[in-house]
Structure formats: C-alpha cells, structure tokens
C-alpha cells in the first residue's frame, strides 16, 4: 500500500509541480526582478506567520489522530485555526500602519492573506493524507496548481501586477480546498470543541511552533537579508531561482514523506519496531532513488531552465545560484521529510528546535558573512551549509529510534545511474526548447534505464506485477 501510495502521491507531485514551476515562470515573465522581491517578502512574512499559528496544528492532527479518544481531534484544531487567521488580520493591518517606513507598502496583508490561504489549504491536505486518502490529496494538489496558472494569467493579462500574482495564489489555495474539501470542513464544523485535547498536545505543538518558525527563517533569511543588503533586482532573480528548485525538489521529498509518515507513526504507536524499521529501510531507499537525480538534473539543465521559465532578466544570477540551490533543497528535504522523523516519534521536540535553532542561527550568520563578499552566491553557499549542519544534527539525536539504512546494491546503482545520467544530459547540450526537452528525455531514460539493470529497490519484480495486475485486469 505504502508503494501504490508513493506512486500516487509522486504523480501527482509531479504535475503540481510542473504546474507550480509554469506558475513561477509566468510570474517571472509578467513582473520585473523588483516585483517579485515584494512578492517574495509577502510570501516570506507568510510563512514566518503560519510556522507559528498555523502549521503545528495540522502537523499535531497528523501526529495523534491515530490515538483512541481523538475522534474531536479535526474540529478543535480547526476552530482554533479559524481563531488565529482573525486575529492575525487584525496583526497585519497594524503592520501596514506603523512599518511604513521600512516595509513595502502591502506586504503585510498580503502575507496574511497567502498564509491565511495557505493555511485552510494545509489543513485539508493533511486530513485527506492522514486518513491515507492519496486520491482526495492529489486532486487537491492538482486542482490547486491549475488554478494558480489559470488566474495568476488572467490577473497578470488584466495588469494587476504583483498584487494579482499573489492573489491568484491566495484564491486557487481557498476555493481548491473549501470545493475538494467541502466535506471535511462541513464533518469539522459540526464537530465538539473539547480544548482538554490541549493538554496532550501542548508538549508537542508548542516546542514544533517554535521550531517551524526558526525553519522558516532558515528557509527565508537568505532572501530577507539580499533585500537588505543586494538590489531588488538581484534579490527578485535570485528568489526565483530559489521557487524553482524548492518548487520542484520540495515536492519530490514531500511526496515519499505523505505516504510513508503516517505509517511509521502507526507502526511506532504499536510498539511494532520490526515494521518501523523495515518502512524505514525502504523509504530512506526510494526517497534516495528520487532526490539525488532530481537535484542532479536541475544543475544540469540550469541554462535552459531559467531562459525559457524565467527569462533573460534573471538570467546571470539564476544561472549562477541554481547548483548551490538545488543541493540546499535536498538536504533541506532530507533533514525535514527523514531525518527529522524520529524526533517526531519520539517527542523529542526540543531536541527538534534547538536543531532547528543552530540551522537559522548558522544561516543568518554566514549570509551576513558571505553575502558582502560573494554576492547572491554567498547565500547559495550559505544555505547549503546551514541545510548540511541540520542534517548532521538531525542524524545524531535520531539515531536509537530509526535505524536509517540503504542497501549497498541500491547506493551502488544510484549513484552509476546519476553518472549516466550526467554523461547523456551533457550529450545533448545546446540552446533553447527542443534541445531542453531533449536534455530531460536523454537523462531520465539514462538514469530509469540503470536502475532497472541493477533491479534497485527491487524495481524489476515491482514492475512484473504492476503488468501482471495491468492484464489481469
């Protein structure tokens, strides 16, 4: 089940994401460098907010659901979402008129607004995955990136400008999960509020607040201190270099994690230590199969990625960051979608922040550090090592509760499947769609076509009976 789920969480991953990077590429195309900073700066006051308020309570709804007595789990946390995002407006507006002087006029509400969005969009997404509802959980990936195309074009084609590109997202986020989700929010809104839930959840939401925050400041401090400190210019190009590969890399990692969490958490309430480390073995195997190449393959194709996604305004900086990047967001997704876990099994949430913590405290420092004498790669580089720390972290203090471990045939063949894929990208160089198309179809086939002789994670006999079950049909 947990594969026929990664299967559906992936595709779906896949075409959100290539969605979200068409998304990115007409914002890019519809806005100058300095407009999509001051859409960068609302989406970073976003998540700043929401780690905060928002994301610890749909991540405590995944992690006790499962337990006997949490029936009136989803409605209390959702009253109490709905309670947030009101006072939280109310937070914005005193923003907009007393940080005038330093703030971008808008950012404010316009962060309340996305992480408002955002938020009921999260909510529903976690319940349907939760519930191992991998088919309600696609669509609404999938529904919502086909409406941030849809209006972020129209918005842009009727001159809105930024404030249309953020409100495309703020709407496909809301009307995809109150229509797909209608459900869920109708069985949360007639649900009991019993708040002596609270007291179970409080040791594991408050210290995960906190550590969400320091996550997003991790995430976001690179861009917040290039707005300080480099031009607009070069702190819009390179935010759009960095959308693109968390885009694309975040979705990948997260898409193993949402069919592969809420059994390991299963497995670890039912005290089944065989099961837990036999899922884990196999997760930490696929993920691997997966986010290596997708990182590989975004430094490979860089060049014809941002001419033809971004355009030749973002071209130079792009260009230069998108390794750097690219390999921040796979270690980002390796210390949060599997090195993190243990530490959420086992509630050593402050364990889990003070991790957190030294990861933003490192980024902040050495982006100060770098970016003076490196420029906008100063905060590639930086955040490439900030992500590495945590990983490191990450590892050390949740080690005795899951026993990461990747057979040595799989590495093995993984890591010659990303060599071939490298030489066959590399054949195909040139400039432009066709030879870009080109680049990807040569290096997926190089790299499927490897992993299949080495039969790596057994894909050979996965395969066999996916025909089987195809003609027995």
């Known amino acids: 089940m947990s594969a026929r789920a990664s299967v559906i969480y992936l595709a779906s991953r896949v075409l959100s994401g290539a969605l979200s990077v068409v998304a990115i590429g007409l914002f890019a195309h519809g806005l100058a460098p300095e407009d999509y900073a001051w859409l960068t700066l609302a989406m970073a006051g976003s998540a700043l907010v929401a780690g905060v308020f928002i994301q610890p309570l749909h991540q405590s709804y995944a992690r006790f659901f499962p337990r006997p007595g949490f029936e009136n789990l989803l409605p209390t946390l959702v009253r109490l979402l709905l309670l947030f995002i009101a006072i939280l407006l109310f937070v914005a507006w005193a923003t907009e008129l007393g940080a005038r002087a330093w703030l971008p006029a808008g950012v404010a509400l316009g962060a309340w607004a996305l992480g408002a969005g955002q938020g009921i969009f999260d909510f529903s997404s976690q319940y349907a995955n939760s519930n191992l509802q991998a088919q309600r959980y696609s669509t609404l990936y999938v529904v919502k990136a086909i409406l941030v195309v849809a209006i972020g074009y129209l918005a842009l084609r009727a001159g809105w400008g930024k404030v249309g590109a953020?409100?495309?997202?703020?709407?496909?986020?809301?009307?995809?999960?109150?229509?797909?989700?209608?459900?869920?929010?109708?069985?949360?809104?007639?649900?009991?509020?019993?708040?002596?839930?609270?007291?179970?959840?409080?040791?594991?939401?408050?210290?995960?607040?906190?550590?969400?925050?320091?996550?997003?400041?991790?995430?976001?401090?690179?861009?917040?201190?290039?707005?300080?400190?480099?031009?607009?210019?070069?702190?819009?190009?390179?935010?759009?270099?960095?959308?693109?590969?968390?885009?694309?890399?975040?979705?990948?990692?997260?898409?193993?994690?949402?069919?592969?969490?809420?059994?390991?958490?299963t497995a670890s309430e039912q005290r089944d230590d065989a099961e837990l480390q036999r899922l884990a073995s196999r997760y930490a195997t696929l993920a691997l199969s997966l986010l290596l190449p997708a990182a590989l393959g975004f430094a490979l194709v860089r060049e014809n990625l941002v001419h033809l996604l971004l355009g030749h305004a973002y071209a130079d900086t792009a260009i230069a960051v998108i390794p750097w990047l690219a390999l921040s967001a796979s270690l980002a997704g390796l210390r949060s979608y599997m090195l993190d876990i243990p530490l959420h099994i086992a509630n050593r949430m402050p364990l889990l922040l003070r991790n957190v913590g030294v990861c933003a405290l490192s980024s902040v420092i050495l982006n100060f550090c770098l970016v003076p004498v490196l420029g906008v790669v100063g905060a590639g580089v930086a955040a490439v090592l900030a992500q590495g720390i945590g990983c490191v972290l990450s590892y050390i203090y949740g080690r005795g509760v899951i026993r990461w471990h990747v057979p040595r045939r799989d590495a093995i063949a993984v890591l010659v499947a990303c060599v071939a894929m490298a030489v066959a990208v590399l054949s195909s160089a040139g400039s432009g769609t066709f030879h870009f198309m080109m680049q990807i179809l040569s290096g997926c086939m190089a790299y499927v076509s490897v992993m299949i002789l080495f039969n790596a994670a057994d894909c050979r006999l996965w395969i066999g009976d996916w025909f089987e079950r195809r003609r027995s049909a």
């Open 166 to 265: 953020l409100g495309a997202m703020v709407a496909a986020y809301g009307s995809s999960a109150l229509t797909v989700s209608f459900t869920t929010w109708r069985k949360a809104w007639r649900g009991a509020w019993m708040p002596s839930l609270f007291a179970t959840i409080k040791p594991y939401a408050i210290p995960l607040a906190a550590s969400f925050f320091l996550a997003a400041v991790l995430q976001w401090a690179d861009r917040l201190i290039l707005a300080v400190l480099a031009s607009k210019a070069d702190t819009g190009a390179f935010s759009a270099a960095a959308d693109l590969t968390q885009q694309g890399l975040g979705l990948i990692s997260s898409a193993f994690f949402l069919a592969w969490y809420p059994r390991l958490v």
